[in-house]
């Protein structure tokens, strides 16, 4: 199977020009015979980078509050046209499609990664467990609905997104459903997805593809609250889209500063060679003694009967 990493500049708070972006990078990757495909962690329609650089913990100042209600106006829900449109383009194309998003649910943003299937449309909506620092003062915290694989080809193929990749137990879930290839979204950045893409791949025996954003704080639109702080500055968001296979070595070593997509042909049976000496779930797992109990429930946000 043919896979890549869509590593692309985000367009920041933009979910029209994000739908277009992607529908461009589905027909390239449609195009090249990419058969599955991963946007970068809240492709559409951005990261929250500000907090970061803005005192973004000050509590009730007004400017902050003015870049989250930015924020959430340029969020997209999960049955919103935006979805749509990428669903059909995936259909259209027959590509399956990860795509990073931030999903509104009235006042809340979470971030979340979809998979869009050619044949059923929307099969998951997975939002990150845990926030990372700065970010519990923009997103709110997830749950292990989508901690689920899908076939996709000869492949189960599971995501989680940024920093959760380091959560050993997270890995596990996936791994325990027979997971081949794995799927990692990043803001973007090389220094990011360096180690943890090999060590997935090393660990759970199976491919492992980063999908990084490349971002320019000149995208920053005119009227964002902290556009006169952020617009000069330089951008540490290059990318570092990679593929490593099931022995822990590079397939394709991290990518920084272009526009491109990141493929590689991948083989199942690689995976099941690999899985000779150790399988993490399975003849090397011992589950008369070790056991992983993961609640699958969506936390409902709905307090009316």
């Known amino acids: 199977m043919r896979v890549a990493a869509a590593q692309a500049r985000c367009p920041w708070l933009d979910s029209a020009a994000g739908v277009a972006k992607v529908v461009e990078f589905l027909e390239r990757a449609a195009a090249d015979h990419v058969e599955l495909v991963a ?40 049955d919103g046209p935006e979805l749509r449109v990428i669903a059909e383009a995936a259909r259209d194309l027959n590509v399956f499609t990860y795509l990073g998003i931030t999903e509104r649910v009235r006042g809340t943003v979470y971030c979340s990664l979809v998979a869009f299937s050619p044949g059923e449309g929307i099969v998951g909506v997975h939002r990150k467990l845990m926030p990372t620092h700065e970010e519990r003062l923009v997103w709110g915290i997830g749950d292990g609905h989508g901690l689920r694989t899908h076939r ?127 399988d993490p779930a399975g003849h090397y797992a011992r589950a008369d003694i070790l056991h992983l109990q993961v609640d699958r429930r969506r936390v409902s946000t709905d307090f009316l009967d």
């Open 152 to 278: 996709v080809g000869g492949f189960a193929v599971g995501g989680l997104i940024c920093w959760e990749n380091w959560m050993p137990l997270a890995r596990h879930a996936l791994y325990a459903q027979g997971e081949s290839l794995h799927v990692s979204v990043w803001p973007g950045s090389s220094g990011l997805t360096g180690d943890i893409t090999r060590f997935i791949a090393r660990e759970g025996r199976v491919y492992s593809l980063a999908a990084g954003a490349l971002l320019s704080y000149a995208d920053i639109p005119a009227d964002f609250p902290f556009h006169d702080r952020l617009a000069d500055r330089a951008s540490r968001y290059d990318g570092g889209s990679a593929i490593a296979g099931p022995d822990g070595q590079w397939v394709v070593p991290p990518v920084s500063g272009e526009e491109c997509l990141v493929t590689a042909d991948i083989d199942p049976a690689v995976v099941r060679a690999e899985r000779h000496n150790f």
């Open 39 to 78: 946007f970068p962690e809240t492709f559409l329609s951005g990261y929250p980078f500000w907090v970061e650089q803005t005192g973004g913990a000050r509590f009730d100042d007004p400017d902050q509050k003015r870049a989250y209600a930015a924020y959430l106006d340029a969020a997209v829900e999960v």
